[in-house]
């Protein structure tokens, strides 16, 4: 894997320094750069007019081509040497493009190099990644002496989009020393070229293949547009969906901050496998940065396979706006992690949007929330249709409404069944929701469970609950636990429970209100 800074004498400086007279060899280290000091090759390593101001009366010996240099005091077998090796060769760098295109040629050098003692005139240079990828590669029949290196050209085509460390390998039948051989180089980016535009937002890119889709993650601030269903079963070049943006925590992102019109096309099969190097947000997008804007997305049967990470259909983290946009889950049998529908987090606005899911969970700990999971911004005029099974804080539209977080107009209808804080609308309100309402509901819960909020902490105004409730304690047909305020609401819920039982609310502390409700 990749390994940031290494050098051959030093591999990070934090501040720009100078180490006048100090040297590294190229040749064994395998390292062509370095935070300080002057990389030599083997040769100039091994003659004592290399190293000017050392002192080589008192302090350091030198014998020309047959050693490094030593301190005199050191008795001679303890003498640093090169290996007299009579077959080894070795990579010293790559040269060439690191973003390219699939489907055109391409030619990278690779600068090899003999250290053995026998003349070399047949081995093999080639290009790899991943484990053991081959791009491409080339016979040699050049003859190279000790010491001696070669500029190789290899051509290839990029055949599949990825992003990768590339390295380039020399091979050598009775290579006794292999571990020169190869080296990572690089970061390569092979994409493929889109349909038209520019990326811009008045001629955004076109969007109409997996490949096209999947090569937006190397233009993050740029604009897109879809121009064709995509079914992501014919995505072959990769198993698993990459995230277009990622989150790992404040210091460490890469949000999308461009645009993306799906054009009402569908995008279908996203199949999302936990991977902690893609973040810690799976979904379309992992993560959307503020002033990005998502609109008119459809994500049709997105498949969650994993049981850690935060899951969702259109994006991880939406930090911009999504806007008539929707998701559509019917055909997994069973979800295994944490989801929210369209948005696992939402930190932006959420407008015209819907989540159709149905599906059941294999851990009744996960929480799951129909459209998002943790809103912590505004959601407004979107609506879901729901059948699922979850944990706790589970909730028909939200799973848990923050305290910067404000619900209006929307809207859910369905049935859920979850463990504690269960309800049709959202699972735990610490914010305001208004003008909202669920019907046709049917919820199963266990303890806080509520026809609309199961444990309600924050804001309820002017919006209510048809449908069916039951629970084991604190169960309303509103809501099932009440710390907050209720206000010009109602519920026409049958509610059934063991105890805290109420038509509108469960049970109520000393500093909640309820005022104009009804049930």
Request: overall charge negative; proline content about 3%; hydrophobic content about 35%.
């Amino acid at each position: 894997s990749y390994v940031s800074n290494s050098g051959g004498l030093v591999g990070f400086s934090y501040s720009v320094v100078d180490f006048p007279d100090t040297y590294w060899d190229k040749y064994s280290t395998g390292q062509i750069t370095s935070a300080g000091g002057n990389g030599l090759i083997t040769p100039e390593m091994l003659q004592q007019t290399t190293y000017t101001g050392w002192d080589f009366s008192d302090i350091w010996e030198l014998d020309d081509y047959s050693s490094y240099p030593y301190l005199r005091n050191n008795p001679p077998q303890t003498i640093p040497a090169p290996h007299n090796l009579a077959n080894d060769m070795g990579t010293l760098y790559l040269t060439g493009p690191q973003i390219v295109t699939i489907d055109s040629t391409y030619e990278h050098i690779v600068v090899v190099y003999n250290m053995g003692t026998n003349p070399q005139s047949s081995f093999t240079v080639r290009l790899v990644i991943g484990e053991d990828q081959e791009l491409g590669s080339v016979n040699v029949t050049e003859l190279l002496y000790q010491y001696d290196q070669a500029e190789i050209p290899v051509s290839w085509i990029p055949e599949r989009v990825f992003h990768s460390d590339i390295r380039a390998e020399v091979l050598l039948d009775g290579d006794e020393y292999p571990e020169n051989d190869r080296g990572v180089d690089f970061h390569l980016i092979s994409y493929a070229l889109f349909d038209g535009g520019t990326g811009t937002s008045d001629q955004p890119y076109q969007v109409s293949c997996a490949r096209q889709l999947y090569s937006m993650r190397f233009f993050l601030d740029n604009h897109f547009e879809q121009t064709a269903d995509i079914d992501l079963n014919d995505f072959i070049d990769h198993d698993a969906w990459e995230p277009v943006g990622m989150y790992r925590s404040a210091e460490d992102n890469s949000p999308f901050s461009g645009s993306f019109n799906g054009n009402n096309h569908v995008i279908s099969n996203l199949n999302l496998v936990p991977n902690t190097e893609w973040g810690n947000y799976y979904a379309l997008f992992g993560y959307t940065g503020g002033g990005c804007e998502i609109r008119d997305v459809i994500v049709e049967n997105f498949v969650v396979n994993g049981s850690s990470g935060n899951f969702s259909g259109i994006a991880g983290i939406n930090g911009g706006t999504i806007i008539d946009s929707g998701v559509i889950l019917s055909q997994n049998p069973a979800i295994t992690a944490n989801l929210g529908g369209l948005a696992y987090q939402n930190d932006g606005l959420i407008k015209d949007s819907f989540a159709e899911l149905m599906f059941s969970t294999l851990n009744p700990e996960l929480n799951i929330g129909g459209l998002v999971r943790l809103n912590r911004s505004v959601i407004s005029d979107s609506h879901v249709i729901v059948e699922f099974s979850g944990g706790n804080n589970s909730g028909g539209l939200v799973g848990r409404n923050d305290h910067s977080g404000a619900i209006f107009n929307s809207s859910a209808t369905g049935s859920i069944s979850g463990l504690n804080s269960t309800a049709g609308f959202v699972g735990q309100n610490y914010g305001v929701i208004i003008d909202s309402y669920v019907v046709d509901i049917g919820v199963i819960g266990l303890d806080q469970t509520g026809g609309f909020v199961g444990s309600n902490f924050g804001q309820i105004e002017r919006s209510f609950a048809a449908g069916n409730v039951v629970g084991e304690s604190h169960v309303g047909g509103m809501v099932g636990r009440n710390f907050g305020s209720i206000n010009n609401s109602y519920s026409r819920n049958s509610v059934r429970g063991f105890r805290y039982v109420g038509g509108l609310i469960g049970s109520t502390s000393a500093a909640s209100t309820v005022t104009h409700c009804y049930s």
